[in-house]
């Protein structure tokens, strides 16, 4: 291990493993000009973390960038098998595709829905949303292929599971997830049917023609009559 072979940033991760109880063996793994200072970051971070050999593997293998080996040490991380790693830790694949597809996979979505996802919405982290927000998958997997057909942007999907979140039942989700609106205005309906205000209230300004703006003056408006003084002492 030449000094002169490596930049300070790399010497530097070198540094970190030995301090962190790596061994020799272990450092050289890593430890190799061909790698920057981030890919050894995330092998360095593999070995600390004790993902096995498998994991290491892939990450030394040479075939990705750091951004793609962040996502390839993420799913061993979190959990994922050796085998289901290897649906996303392909060189075809972006960054960002690796992303949305461990996420699914984690999530504990089938693959063959998870493709059909980044096929139909694209690469904007539906996938990832629905993880962190624990949508149920069971629910996900009914309403993204319910609204595959409307021409729905990952935004305007947003809004439909937000419903799913908020516990609104199918038909008060359908209220709003039409073509015709965009995602800021479906939010106005979606917040006058978690507020529970009647459904002609609601008709009143879930016309498509109102900007959001305008839809939400008059959802707080009408909510404001809803509210009424306390009944007085007898």
Request: hydrophobic letters at 40%; one cysteine or more.
């Amino acid at each position: 291990m030449e000094a002169y072979r490596f930049d300070q940033w790399q010497l530097s991760e070198i540094q970190k493993g030995k301090q962190n109880g790596l061994s020799d063996e272990e450092i050289m793994l890593y430890a190799k000009p061909d790698f920057d200072s981030w890919q050894m970051y995330e092998i360095r971070i593999a070995l600390e973390e004790k993902l096995g050999t498998k994991a290491i593997g892939l990450l030394i293998s040479g075939f990705f960038d750091c951004s793609k080996m962040h996502q390839i040490r993420l799913g061993f991380s979190e959990g994922l098998t050796y085998e289901q790693v290897l649906l996303y830790a392909q060189k075809r694949y972006s960054f960002a595709e690796m992303s949305e597809i461990r996420c699914g996979l984690e999530y504990g979505i089938k693959l063959d829905l998870i493709m059909f996802v980044l096929k139909t919405y694209g690469v904007h982290n539906l996938l990832e949303f629905s993880l962190n927000y624990e949508v149920p998958v069971m629910h996900f997997a009914f309403w993204v292929k319910r609204c595959s057909k409307m021409g729905f942007s990952v935004e305007e999907m947003k809004e439909v599971l937000w419903g799913v979140l908020h516990h609104l039942e199918e038909d008060e989700i359908l209220m709003y997830a039409k073509p015709v609106y965009y995602a800021d205005q479906m939010k106005e309906i979606r917040r006058g049917l978690e507020d529970r205000m009647q459904y002609y209230d609601i008709e009143k300004f879930a016309d498509f023609h109102l900007d959001a703006r305008t839809m939400k003056e008059m959802r707080e408006s009408i909510f404001n009559t809803y509210h009424f003084d306390d009944d007085e002492d007898d």
